[in-house]
């Protein structure tokens, strides 16, 4: 599986690393060095994308056209909406056209309505910052080798697009997943250390410095991966954890 995801990914700038010789990558200044761990989802993924457009780079620069014809406000709209069209929510309050990001989360918390989840009061939270170890990584190998791919630290963004993963269940799409991160690349600086087929991680180059910017920082969190708040009481809490700490883990189901 390694070798077949290494020659798909040969255009980029990558090393396959044996099991037995892993070590954490250190993150570097000018680069994200992203540790890709093999999975037959993703693997599955990249082959439909170069059926579809003849190499994965034709696919990549396909897909960037469109992250560059749609804002963060428009992705949100989108995976909201999705959210909501199986509720028993009444219609006129599914509608999100018009809407800035505020009146969509709104819409999104009517799915929680009642849910301790969504309590904005800023809480004091102990929860320390997650760490990739080895022992993270060899618990989640489906093969005897995985792959470090570095990107230019402006294309960050790229990497949903190279390592298609999610369109599934409540996780986005690939295309979503890259305006979301591009936003947040130019938002907060964020590193991108790792990726499985369920599961992102990001480093954060800076915090959210009051209330106001952490709780909304929180809710586009919630509304990407709703699963950030299974460790967190609240959004409260789960917002002193983003002005305490510098790693974001979005996991899902």
């Known amino acids: 599986m390694v070798e077949e995801l290494s020659n798909y990914l040969k255009e980029c700038d990558i090393e396959v690393v044996a099991a037995e010789d892993f070590t954490v990558p250190a993150t570097k200044e000018d680069k994200h060095s992203i540790l890709v761990l093999p999975s037959y989802n993703i693997l599955e993924m990249i082959e439909e994308a170069v059926d579809e457009e003849g190499s994965l780079s034709d696919y990549v620069h396909k897909q960037l056209e469109e992250v560059h014809g749609l804002s963060v406000e428009d992705v949100f709209r989108r995976i909201v909406k999705s959210h909501l069209l199986y509720t028993d929510i009444e219609s006129e309050l599914k509608s999100l056209e018009g809407k800035n990001f505020e009146g969509i989360y709104q819409a999104y918390s009517l799915i929680w309505e009642g849910n301790e989840l969504i309590n904005e009061q800023l809480s004091e939270t102990e929860t320390e910052s997650f760490l990739i170890s080895e022992k993270w990584v060899q618990d989640r190998l489906q093969d005897d080798a995985l792959i470090v791919l ?15 993963m999610g369109g599934y269940n409540e996780c986005p799409l690939p295309v979503y997943q890259s305006v979301i991160v591009k936003h947040w690349q130019e938002a907060y600086g964020i590193k991108i250390l790792a990726v499985t087929e369920d599961t992102w991680i990001f480093q954060a180059g800076s915090r959210p410095q009051t209330y106001e910017e952490a709780i909304k920082l929180a809710k586009e969190h919630f509304i990407f991966c709703q699963y950030v708040l299974d460790e967190f009481p609240s959004l409260g809490h789960y917002a002193d954890y983003l002005m305490k700490q510098d790693v974001w883990h979005f996991w899902w189901d």
């Open 150 to 164: 570095e990107l230019p630290n402006a294309s960050g963004y790229e990497a949903p697009l190279w390592v298609p």
